[in-house]
Nanobody
């Protein structure tokens, strides 16, 4: 089993920045992909960004140029730097990790962008 714990969410004004962190613990071997999804009220969960153990990244079109995903393999931690935040970025952000063919999820952290 892999446990994922997110931190760093909160309330920020439009145009502001936040940095999310997600630390993995437990049986942490062969974790290839880590990343972030989000779910806004009344909407389906959607991809935000992912990163492989080799550093290859993938972003949703809506966050390209504003968000940056990074990973510290030694600390088993993935980060999401979010800049130029917009009200439409408001959602619960979930960390995810893929171990071989099994996907694990964190409990989620709320990000609210509002003036």
């Amino acid at each position: 089993q892999v446990q994922l714990v997110e931190s760093g969410g909160g309330l920020v004004q439009p145009g502001g920045s936040l940095r999310l962190s997600c630390a993995a613990s437990g049986r942490i071997f062969n974790i290839n992909v880590m990343g972030w999804y989000r779910q806004a009220p009344g909407k389906q969960r959607e991809l935000v960004a992912t990163i492989t153990s080799g550093g290859s990244t993938n972003y949703a079109d809506s966050v390209k140029g504003r968000f940056t995903v990074s990973r510290d393999n030694a600390k088993n931690t993935v980060y999401l730097q979010m800049n130029s935040l917009k009200p439409e970025d408001t959602a619960v952000y979930y960390c995810t990790a893929r171990q071989v063919i099994v996907d694990y999820w964190g409990q989620g952290t709320q990000v609210t962008v509002s003036s």
